[in-house]
């Protein structure tokens, strides 16, 4: 952590400082590279792995996750509608950007479900966790119904080389988060803040409000217990990278890595983090709801709170989406600006000003996004394990 931390400040300074020396930058290309390339290969075979060698019992715990990662999804939508409501924003739009975004809430199943079926090795190159969940679940259960104990030991090899691997690759994690931080100062400095700072504010309060306040009580109401110290655990262990990778991607890595340190199943974790990257998409909710709302205000749209609720849903649907559409949340912003009645070359200017405070935007929803995915993971552990010793407890009572 120190490392880390050594890192920022280095880069940080030698970006005010020294910002054409633009060659630092490639440090943290390099390592969000690395760990981009080795993250489709370590959750596909770690996936099937764990399919093959999984015992019974970890039905419920999958239940409990993905009823939490839809229900903070929502949440978050809700904080951002209620957010927008209190601190309306208006934008400047101007020139029309031409590019293709989804039209239709059907377009976000359709792709959903292609990337789904798309062929496994074209998945791999991609980085298509879609595709990589659904066909290594397949072999997984391939292979614990015809495989040999040899072949699935086998596996189960390649599973902890590949682990061992991605250990070497955050060992260099200090001068990657130096290259990030550099390349963000450099070339952004504070002038974003400036121009959209009221957006930018609004974007980041609600993130931070779910965050730190709408997650905890969720887990707080699961498990009755101080739900921070795992929290914090989460957000420094990971959040902190993926606020400067920006890379849900680049991310699933370390949260194994994070998970196994934890002691969690990896049986259960192998699948709950790319599961995540999916679909617990709390920041993405709050990004498509607060551009959405922020046009509708700009251009006059009445909104009532009733039906800024139902864009909460519809946020929610199209976040889950959001990692199989290309240019992710921002390119979901004209689709719920759709559900108002308003154009798509209008919804579309805001996605180019989102482009521009990516630099904030992307960075808190990412962070958000990612440390959600191994907290949750965590928190749905832990209230199996409290219920299934309460079972425990009854049945010898009885």
Request: proline share 4%.
């Amino acid at each position: 952590m120190l490392r880390i931390l050594g890192g920022l400040v280095v880069g940080a300074f030698l970006g005010l400082t020294v910002p054409e020396w633009q060659g630092i930058s490639i440090l943290g290309h390099v390592f969000v590279s690395a760990l981009k390339a080795i993250a489709p290969v370590l959750v596909a075979v770690l996936v099937a792995s764990s399919v093959a060698k999984a015992g019974g019992g970890l039905g419920p715990r999958f239940r409990i996750l993905v009823l939490l990662y839809l229900l903070t999804t929502f949440i978050a939508a809700v904080i951002a509608v209620i957010g927008s409501f209190l601190f309306p924003v208006t934008l400047e739009l101007r020139d029309v950007v031409p590019q293709q975004a989804p039209g239709a809430l059907t377009d976000v199943f359709t792709n959903l479900l292609t990337n789904m079926v798309t062929n496994p090795l074209m998945s791999l190159s991609n980085a298509n966790y879609i595709g990589i969940l659904f066909w290594s679940i397949l072999i997984g259960l391939a292979l614990k119904q015809k495989g040999s104990a040899t072949t699935i030991g086998v596996v189960h090899d390649f599973a902890d080389v590949f682990s061992l691997t991605v250990k070497w690759i955050i060992q260099f994690a200090p001068f990657g988060i130096l290259g990030l931080v550099f390349s963000s100062v450099s070339e952004s400095g504070l002038e974003v803040f400036t121009t959209y700072g009221h957006l930018v504010l609004l974007l980041v309060g609600c993130m931070l409000f779910n965050a730190l306040v709408a997650n905890p009580l969720v887990a707080f109401l699961l498990l009755r217990r101080n739900p921070y110290p795992l929290l914090f655990t989460c957000l420094k262990e990971s959040g902190l990278n993926a606020f400067f990778t920006r890379s849900s991607a680049a991310n699933i890595p370390i949260n194994m890595n994070l998970c196994k340190k934890m002691g969690l199943n990896e049986e259960f974790y192998s699948v709950s983090i790319p599961l995540g990257a999916t679909i617990n998409m709390d920041g993405a909710a709050v990004t498509i709801t607060v551009l959405s709302l922020a046009v509708a205000h700009t251009v006059g749209v009445e909104v009532s709170f009733a039906s800024a609720l139902f864009l909460g849903i519809i946020s929610t649907i199209g976040a889950c989406g959001a990692s199989g559409v290309a240019g992710g949340s921002l390119l979901l912003v004209p689709m719920a600006c759709s559900f108002f009645g308003i154009e798509n070359d209008i919804a579309m200017q805001a996605v180019a000003i989102g482009f521009i405070i990516g630099v904030v935007q992307d960075s808190v929803e990412t962070a958000l996004n990612s440390s959600g995915d191994a907290f949750f993971t965590a928190t749905a552990e832990f209230y199996d394990q409290k219920r299934q010793e309460k079972k425990d407890k009854d049945a010898i009572s009885t």
